[in-house]
């Protein structure tokens, strides 16, 4: 997955990153410790896991269908996401979860106003 411009800087609103996008590069970036740091919940599983504890997102596996589900349950359903899997690539059942949470989090900063 490569995410677009928009979906980076709407996950990064429902998270409160203030950051900034470097067109040159194709990346978004924020401060972190006085320092300028990417910022890849699509990609990196520290990102990742921050994000989806800071939205409070679910992951739920769907065994039978080789499927990830990410979803966000507040105050109303805002939305769920899934996203298949190939258990004979391995951790690839780790790039399906990473990007159902980093889409639950492109809809939360969607619906921010």
Not at 67 to 96: E, G, H, M, Q, W
Request: proline fraction near 4%.
């Amino acid at each position: 997955m490569t995410p677009t411009r928009e979906q980076m800087e709407l996950a990064a609103k429902a998270a409160g990153i203030k950051g900034w996008w470097n067109d040159a590069l194709g990346e978004y970036y924020y401060k972190r410790s006085g320092l300028s740091r990417r910022w890849l919940p699509h990609d990196d599983g520290d990102d990742s896991q921050r994000l989806q504890v800071k939205l409070r997102i679910r992951i739920s596996w769907l065994k039978d269908a080789n499927s990830v589900s990410a979803d966000n349950f507040t105050d109303t359903f805002l939305c769920a996401k899934y996203v298949d899997f190939n258990p004979a690539i391995p951790d690839d059942d780790l790039r399906a979860m990473r990007e159902a949470i980093f889409l639950v989090a492109v809809e939360i900063g969607r619906a921010m106003k």
